[in-house]
């Protein structure tokens, strides 16, 4: 593990629940970034929570007092909108069921949004999600319009005394209500998401590792991708869950927190 660990040139942070809960920064988050930088190590931010735009990310880590350039950024729909025009270039008309801040991504990506006769449906995670829009969903998926959802997961971490249904729920919904999956997920846990950004920086998966807080979308995605998957227990997941599951499907490495990482990253590099 220490030779994996010393030969890594870029981590892809997972975001809710690995460098922050909800609204709240973890307080290790800012020196183990800071240590990054001394050690030469580059990062991006990768996420399937797709309720922002990517300048909504950055207006919200810089918030947080963490700077990052938009390309720092990906997210879900970034993955998606990539799955769409490589798959279907002629769609140019989407219904996206989605936050409404989250649009501008998919306008920037070269779409018109609509509510009629739509190319594409896709389904993202609407946290403003009202009756109305929810059946005009199923009514187009009944249609048999080519239908992507863009992330998987069931809920979204949170601080607060609440539980928050993600994308993965709308679409569990739906599928009881008319029968359909989506045709493709293209966020975590597809490597789709990691693979852009090893191309982006020239990286080969042994020089990458991925740090998340869940098993089915980070650990599975770096995994598939042949990164170094590294599970944190500072959100969903747990250590004895992680140890259950097959060899195959085991993170490479599982922490405690941005901290303990930090420790082991430097006594892999001998400081």
């Known amino acids: 593990m220490n030779d994996r660990l010393a030969k890594l040139r870029h981590i892809v942070f ?126 187009w998926l009944s249609r048999g319009v080519p239908y992507f959802a863009t992330h998987p997961d069931r809920t979204c971490p949170t601080d607060q005394e609440t539980v928050l249904p993600d994308c993965g729920a709308i679409c569990a919904l739906l599928e009881s209500a008319i029968g359909r999956r989506p045709d493709a997920i293209p966020g975590k846990p597809s490597p789709e998401m990691i693979q852009e950004v090893m191309d982006r920086h020239g990286l080969s998966p042994s020089e990458t590792a991925v740090i998340g807080d869940r098993l089915y979308t980070d650990v599975r995605m770096a995994r598939d991708a042949g990164a170094l998957a590294v599970l944190t227990l500072t959100g969903e997941a747990n250590a004895q869950e992680a140890l259950s599951l097959p060899a195959a499907h085991q993170p490479d490495l599982i922490v405690t927190d941005l901290d303990d990482l930090s420790r082991q990253l430097c006594a892999a590099r001998g400081v």
């Not at 996420?47 to 990052?68: D, F, Q, W």
Request: net charge negative; aromatic share 12%.
């Open 14 to 139: 997972d975001m809710d629940g690995t460098i922050y809960l909800g609204r709240t920064l973890f307080k290790e988050t800012i020196p183990f970034l800071a240590l990054l930088r001394e050690f030469g190590v580059g990062y991006t931010f990768v996420t399937n929570n797709s309720s922002k735009s990517r300048a909504g990310y950055v207006r919200h880590l810089h918030e947080m007092g963490i700077v990052a350039p938009p390309d720092a950024v990906v997210t879900s729909a970034h993955a998606t909108i990539h799955h769409i025009r490589q798959n279907l270039p002629e769609a140019k008309r989407l219904f996206v069921l989605t936050a409404e801040d989250a649009l501008e991504d998919w306008r920037l990506g070269g779409f018109e949004i609509v509510d009629d006769e739509p190319d594409v449906l896709v389904v993202s995670w609407d946290f403003n999600l009202n009756y109305h829009r929810l059946c005009r969903t199923a009514y």
